[in-house]
């Protein structure tokens, strides 16, 4: 801000602070009052016009008064106490002030030179991430975009160690054998985006089935891999999931693991929503085998309640990312005396320049604590649990089951013809309606999943502003717009009998 030569890019120090503070103070009422707002605000399309590229520059604090406004007031707001969609989580507040902080100093975090202290704190919070997750802190890992990133940044290190040895260099062509990845058909769909960017294609991926539970049935797996081996295919790897994303449902991994050993598989764990939970005592069993993973994807922005985008994938030994993804692995020392100046991140995945996403995560672990923690997922996950117990209690809803912190659940109105087959079909029919009904007024926001055949509502609470008052009063809502949608839907059938039998 020192410099003479005249930009129109650079501000001033007084400036910079007044615009940062009034933004500040923006930002510090949005908060403060989330809770009053719609979730969501209408859909208008085409809010900003059609305005040319600018041919001139304009003042700053104009520019970020209506961005602000814009951003404030037309936003789905997934910070909001009824927010409960997908799995995208209320952000930390100190997550907003850390991109600020990033952003401010830019280092690079590609390699360490251009990032000493981004460097550390980014290795630091990988420790952290797999002491977290009642891993030892030597596993390595890198920070990526999210869930999607860290899953097939693994993949890929998973089928270069499983390939035939010269696969870096003479890529697929070279294997005498196809190989294989299996997973359950639960598993989210990054694994085709996965099969298709590495060349291996979709048709290498062996959905496993199912059990009733939802699991993958680790019986069809071992046949499965069997059959194929028998057939002269290469099986590389098994992914795992911990906490699928219509149900929450997690893999039963020590089988999994135990598979992996007997083929000498990779084994990777999805668990970009649900492995945070292992931090709970009372869930610690449910994660059991989760050390024996080779690879593990975990998202910082879901259930660590970072902001987007955070990512980070985890493996067993640091090796397997540079083998992968550094063209010098053998001039890589990660001996811990070297320290971090040997420490680069481009040589751990794909990117080559990285922002210091690592900041806004290794902050809000330091505000909440291991402690913190266990409170909040605690509470969301009795929060979920809540919600499907008062389903079950009401007259007309269903709850349809609750894993972990997500609960699915339909409206099913009282005094239904009790003819089978087209109840159902009204049933879905009815229960889509009313989520795009309450996605569109505001007042809750719900996603849906389809259970054996029955379109649910489903509610995945990553947010630890939702409270007992905001589950009992989604009751109400889902319950109130339920029978508004029921009685259109009916009158609407009325409607149509009354022009057939004309
Ligand atoms: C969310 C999720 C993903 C995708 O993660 P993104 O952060 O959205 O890229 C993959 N797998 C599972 C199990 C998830 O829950």
Same mark, same amino acid.
């Given at each position: 801000?020192?410099?003479?030569?005249?930009?129109?890019?650079? #501000?001033?120090?007084?400036?910079?602070?007044?615009?940062?503070?009034?933004?500040?103070?923006?930002?510090?009422?949005?908060?403060?009052?989330?809770?009053?707002? !719609?979730?969501?605000?209408?859909?208008?399309?085409?809010?900003?016009?059609?305005?040319?590229?600018?041919?001139?520059?304009?003042? !700053?604090? $104009?520019?970020?008064?209506?961005?602000?406004?814009?951003?404030?007031?037309?936003?789905?707001?997934?910070?909001?106490?009824?927010? #409960?969609?997908?799995?995208?989580?209320?952000?930390?507040?100190?997550?907003?002030?850390?991109?600020?902080?990033?952003?401010?100093?830019? !280092?690079?975090?590609?390699?360490?030179?251009?990032?000493?202290?981004?460097?550390?704190?980014?290795?630091?919070?990988?420790?952290?991430?797999?002491?977290?997750?009642?891993?030892?802190?030597?596993?390595?890992?890198?920070?990526?975009?999210?869930?999607?990133?860290?899953?097939?940044?693994?993949?890929?290190?998973?089928?270069?160690?499983?390939?035939?040895?010269?696969?870096?260099?003479?890529?697929?062509?070279?294997?005498?054998?196809? #190989?294989?990845?299996? &997973?359950?058909?639960?598993?989210?769909?990054?694994?085709?985006?996965?099969?298709?960017?590495?060349?291996?294609?979709?048709?290498?991926? @062996?959905?496993?089935?199912?059990?009733?539970?939802?699991?993958?049935?680790?019986?069809?797996?071992?046949?499965?891999?069997?059959?194929?081996?028998?057939?002269?295919?290469?099986?590389?790897?098994?992914?795992?999931?911990?906490?699928?994303?219509?149900?929450?449902?997690?893999?039963?991994?020590?089988?999994?693991?135990?598979?992996?050993?007997?083929?000498?598989?990779?084994?990777?764990?999805?668990?970009?929503?649900?492995?945070?939970?292992?931090?709970?005592?009372?869930?610690?069993?449910?994660?059991?085998?989760?050390?024996?993973?080779?690879?593990?994807?975990?998202?910082?922005?879901?259930?660590?309640?970072?902001?987007?985008?955070?990512? &980070?994938?985890?493996?067993?030994?640091?090796?397997?990312?540079?083998?992968?993804?550094?063209?010098?692995?053998?001039?890589?020392?990660?001996?811990?005396?070297?320290?971090?100046?040997?420490?680069?991140? /481009?040589?751990?995945?794909?990117?080559?320049? @990285?922002?210091?996403?690592?900041?806004?995560?290794?902050?809000?672990?330091?505000?909440?604590?291991?402690?913190?923690?266990?409170?909040?997922?605690?509470?969301?996950?009795?929060?979920?649990?809540?919600?499907? $117990?008062?389903?079950?209690?009401?007259?007309?809803?269903?709850?349809?089951?609750?894993?972990?912190?997500?609960?699915?659940?339909? /409206?099913?109105?009282?005094?239904?013809?009790?003819?089978?087959?087209?109840?159902?079909?009204?049933?879905?029919?009815?229960?889509?309606?009313?989520?795009?009904?309450?996605?569109?007024?505001?007042?809750?926001?719900?996603?849906?999943?389809?259970?054996?055949?029955?379109?649910?509502? @489903?509610?995945?609470?990553?947010?630890?502003?939702?409270?007992?008052?905001?589950?009992?009063?989604?009751?109400?809502?889902?319950?109130?717009?339920?029978? @508004?949608?029921?009685?259109?839907?009916?009158?609407?059938?009325?409607?149509?009998?009354?022009? #057939?039998?004309?």
């Amino acid at each position: 801000m020192t410099n003479n030569r005249n930009t129109p890019i650079e #501000m001033t120090k007084e400036e910079f602070r007044s615009l940062g503070y009034q933004l500040i103070d923006s930002i510090s009422s949005f908060l403060d009052t989330i809770h009053e707002k !719609p979730v969501t605000s209408e859909l208008q399309a085409n809010i900003l016009g059609n305005e040319l590229l600018p041919e001139k520059g304009k003042s !700053p604090d $104009e520019i970020i008064s209506k961005a602000s406004k814009l951003v404030l007031n037309h936003s789905l707001l997934n910070g909001h106490p009824k927010f #409960m969609g997908y799995i995208t989580s209320s952000a930390a507040p100190i997550g907003a002030l850390a991109d600020l902080l990033a952003a401010a100093v830019n !280092p690079n975090v590609g390699a360490s030179i251009l990032s000493p202290i981004a460097t550390e704190i980014e290795k630091q919070t990988i420790s952290w991430l797999s002491e977290f997750i009642g891993l030892s802190p030597d596993y390595g890992g890198i920070l990526v975009s999210g869930g999607n990133m860290a899953n097939m940044t693994a993949f890929l290190a998973a089928l270069t160690e499983k390939a035939p040895k010269d696969f870096k260099e003479k890529g697929l062509f070279q294997s005498p054998q196809k #190989m294989l990845v299996y &997973c359950s058909q639960a598993t989210h769909t990054w694994v085709e985006k996965a099969a298709v960017s590495t060349g291996l294609g979709t048709q290498s991926i @062996r959905w496993i089935p199912t059990l009733e539970n939802n699991k993958m049935d680790s019986i069809i797996l071992e046949k499965t891999i069997l059959e194929d081996i028998r057939q002269g295919y290469r099986p590389i790897m098994v992914i795992g999931t911990a906490g699928d994303v219509s149900t929450g449902v997690v893999d039963d991994l020590n089988l999994i693991a135990n598979i992996c050993k007997t083929y000498d598989l990779w084994f990777h764990i999805d668990g970009a929503y649900g492995i945070p939970a292992s931090v709970l005592p009372e869930l610690k069993n449910r994660f059991e085998g989760r050390q024996e993973a080779d690879s593990i994807a975990l998202d910082p922005h879901k259930w660590l309640y970072s902001p987007l985008e955070a990512g &980070c994938v985890l493996v067993k030994n640091p090796k397997h990312l540079t083998n992968t993804y550094s063209s010098h692995p053998e001039y890589y020392n990660f001996s811990e005396e070297a320290g971090n100046s040997n420490l680069n991140f /481009y040589e751990f995945g794909f990117q080559n320049s @990285r922002g210091f996403r690592a900041l806004k995560v290794w902050m809000t672990i330091q505000q909440v604590g291991r402690q913190g923690y266990i409170k909040m997922i605690r509470e969301d996950i009795e929060l979920a649990a809540l919600l499907f $117990e008062l389903s079950n209690n009401h007259q007309e809803l269903e709850g349809m089951c609750h894993n972990l912190s997500i609960s699915t659940l339909r /409206y099913v109105p009282s005094g239904l013809p009790a003819d089978l087959e087209e109840r159902e079909a009204y049933l879905n029919t009815l229960n889509e309606k009313l989520l795009n009904a309450l996605q569109k007024n505001g007042e809750v926001f719900l996603s849906n999943a389809v259970i054996k055949g029955k379109y649910c509502l @489903r509610a995945c609470i990553v947010n630890f502003r939702t409270s007992k008052k905001d589950i009992e009063e989604i009751i109400d809502i889902i319950v109130k717009e339920g029978r @508004r949608v029921h009685e259109e839907l009916m009158v609407g059938e009325k409607a149509q009998e009354l022009v #057939m039998n004309k």
